[in-house]
T-cell receptor, first 115, second 115 residues
Framework: DQQVKQNSPSLSVQEGRISILNCDYTNSMFDYFLWYKKYPAEGPTFLISISSIKDKNEDGRFTVFLNKSAKHLSLHIVPSQPGDSAVYFC??????????????FGQGTTLQVKP | NAGVTQTPKFQVLKTGQSMTLQCAQDMNHEYMSWYRQDPGMGLRLIHYSVGAGITDQGEVPNGYNVSRSTTEDFPLRLLSAAPSQTSVYFCASNPGQVTFNYGYTFGSGTRLTVV
């Protein structure tokens, strides 16, 4: 049973436009959400996070939105740049309630930003 | 400061052989995890640890063993390799106290092929 789902395997946007990557989760115990970026032949790198007490977190061009009632989060990249082309993973954890260190990932979305 | 170091980077095994994937971190992180990445499946959690002497199963633990005798090391053992274990394996670590803008640090991965 996939607890974290990224239903769009790929996304293509034009340079300078907004990229919106979506993620859904099923476990209501999740209270901490992260986005990772991965280039080929490299390990994932942490991008941005949000806790369940917030509904938005910004870091430069990256903003994560959390809708707890819908169990949905999204990553907005504005403006998109060709260097943003990578696989983006959504991840979730119940750190606050269980402190297990268990982090569950989605399937990933491949973003292509065209010049 | 090397971060998370995985060895080897590449490995080919024959079905039935055993081997250990090594993972070491020099950041004094409490939490460590092992993931496998397969096409269309994202990153799936194999085993994780919240400290020396403490391990637990993730989403896909069958066929793998782990132990955590020191804070620094978290080896992953394949007892009897099967072609289904062909994958890219990532080790990751986290301080153990999640702050708002921090996440797991990943190694660069081990690409394993079982023939």
């Amino acid at each position: 049973d996939q607890q974290v789902k990224q239903n769009s395997p790929s996304l293509s946007v034009q340079e300078g436009r907004i990229s919106i990557l979506n993620c859904d989760y099923t476990n209501s115990m999740f209270d901490y959400f992260l986005w990772y970026k991965k280039y080929p032949a490299e390990g994932p790198t942490f991008l941005i996070s949000i806790s369940s007490i917030k509904d938005k977190n910004e870091d430069g061009r990256f903003t994560v939105f959390l809708n707890k009632s819908a169990k949905h989060l999204s990553l907005h990249i504005v403006p998109s740049q060709p260097g943003d082309s990578a696989v983006y993973f959504c991840a979730a954890s119940a750190f606050g309630s269980s402190n297990t260190g268990k982090l569950i990932f989605g399937q990933g979305t491949t973003l292509q930003v065209k010049p | 400061n090397a971060g998370v170091t995985q060895t080897p980077k590449f490995q080919v095994l024959k079905t039935g052989q055993s081997m250990t994937l090594q993972c070491a971190q020099d950041m004094n992180h409490e939490y460590m995890s092992w993931y496998r990445q397969d096409p269309g499946m994202g990153l799936r959690l194999i085993h994780y640890s919240v400290g020396a002497g403490i391990t637990d199963q993730g989403e896909v633990p069958n066929g793998y063993n782990v132990s955590r005798s020191t804070t620094e090391d978290f080896p992953l053992r394949l007892l009897s390799a099967a072609p289904s274990q062909t994958s890219v394996y990532f080790c990751a670590s986290n301080p153990g106290q999640v702050t708002f803008n921090y996440g797991y640090t990943f190694g660069s991965g081990t690409r394993l092929t079982v023939v």
